[in-house]
């Protein structure tokens, strides 16, 4: 069994930063992309920032400049650090990984700005 745990959301205000963390546990023998998702109210879930086992990035065009998606192989963790942010980043964002071939979900963490 195989658990993804998102931490680091919470209430910012605009211009302020964020770092959400995502752990990956379990029986884990190989983790590829490790992406971060996110899903305004009423509307759909986007993927907001992906990074490969080689360490490859891609950005949401909404988001590019501003955030930046890293991860930590021996920890089997994925990071991403939110500068700049905006009231429409209001949402929940959700860790998303490809491990052992399969796609797996976190639960998801809160992110709201506001002032």
């Known amino acids: 069994q195989v658990q993804l745990v998102e931490s680091g959301g919470g209430l910012v205000q605009p211009g302020g930063s964020l770092r959400l963390s995502c752990a990956a546990s379990?029986?884990?023998?190989?983790?590829?992309?490790m992406n971060w998702y996110r899903q305004a109210p009423g509307q759909q879930r986007e993927l907001v920032a992906r990074?490969?086992?080689?360490?490859?990035?891609n950005y949401a065009d909404s988001v590019k400049g501003r955030f930046t998606i890293s991860r930590d192989n021996a920890k089997n963790t994925v990071y991403l650090q939110m500068n700049s942010l905006k009231p429409e980043d209001t949402a929940i964002y959700y860790c998303?990984?490809?491990?052992?071939?399969?796609?797996?979900w976190g639960q998801g963490t809160q992110v709201t700005v506001s002032s």
């Open positions: 990074i490969t086992s080689s360490g490859r990035v």
């Open positions: 998303n990984a490809d491990i052992n071939g399969l796609s797996d």
């Open positions: 379990g029986s884990i023998f190989s983790i590829n992309a």
